[in-house]
């Protein structure tokens, strides 16, 4: 299996030299750890680095070292297929991509838990008791488990987190798994509601102006408030989302005062 790069002897760089390198990755753009069902249920993951715009391998190995001074280990439930082709960010969201990808079985993959975000698509998945779309499927263990994650999982150490909603489906109401995932998340500093830019044509009031509004945000490479670009949503789809944003609100009780929730459009997501 492929792993990220690693240089095993940063330690032995002068003192000086080491605080530069490191000054230098914390200034980086952050990278996105993708999180996504295919059609058949299979746990699809993908790396991709912001500053630049490619899918990266940030796959690692039991005892692997990573000279980031940030930088932790998880280990991924289950068999996952990783993306590892540098222009194939899109199709992670695709549950019917039939492209091939890496098969990697419980992979271990870095993660800065400080700078990193951690983007969840909202999958449909059928199980033998009911139909539901979910952003936390992928955690389950297995994937038809009913039980609730451990204390200890990693995803309780997030402190960013981004959402994609299924913006297209009515009724988005959301499930008690991903409810009660959230109520646990005490690390989270930023949730992102992001909105696939796809969707948006959909609900335009404008269209022509949302066309002006689109080539606009077309070069930026992080997420972009939702207000900056669409400010005149049509009714029935602004309350569709605030009712979303409202549950997510609630779900995180307690630990809200200290959370940035925003809603976003992603402009790498066409």
């Known amino acids: ?14 003192t000086e030299l080491q605080l530069i390198i490191w ?11 993708c999180f996504s069902l295919n059609a058949h249920h299979k746990r699809v993951y993908a790396a991709f680095d912001e500053s630049c715009q490619q899918v990266i391998r940030r796959l690692g190995q039991r005892g692997d070292w990573s000279a980031a001074p940030h930088d932790k280990m998880i280990r991924l439930t289950g068999v ?28 271990f993959v870095f993660v800065n838990f400080e700078r990193d975000i951690f983007y969840f698509n909202q999958c449909s998945y059928i199980s033998p008791y009911s139909g539901s779309h979910e952003w936390f ?15 200890e999982h990693w995803i309780f150490s997030v402190q960013k987190l981004a959402l994609r909603m299924d ?11 991903d409810l009660e995932t959230l109520s646990r998340m005490a690390s989270l500093k930023t949730v992102l509601l992001v909105v696939p830019q796809q969707h948006l044509m959909a ?8 066309n002006v509004a689109i080539g606009q945000i077309k070069d930026k490479k992080m997420f972009v408030p939702m ?12 309350k569709s989302i605030k009712v979303v944003e409202e549950a997510v609100i609630s779900a995180l009780g307690d630990h809200v005062g200290h959370i940035d929730v925003q ?7 066409p």
């Open 263 to 269: 809603i976003v459009v992603d402009p790498i997501d």
């Open 1 to 14: 299996m492929a792993t990220a790069p690693q240089f095993r002897y940063f330690l032995q760089l002068p």
């Open 23 to 33: 000054g230098f990755y914390d200034s980086q753009p952050p990278i996105r750890h």
């Open 137 to 151: 499927r992928f955690l389950h263990n297995p994937i038809d488990s009913l039980f609730p994650a451990g204390d």
């Open 167 to 177: 913006c297209l489906r009515p009724g988005n109401k959301l499930k008690p798994w």
């Open 80 to 107: 996952v297929l990783v993306e590892t082709h540098p222009q194939r960010i899109n199709t992670i969201w695709d549950k019917f991509c039939s492209t091939k990808r890496l098969t990697a079985p419980s992979p």
């Open 203 to 210: 609900w335009a009031s404008d269209p022509s102006g949302l």
């Open 227 to 238: 207000n900056d670009l669409l400010p005149n949503m049509q009714p029935q789809v602004a």
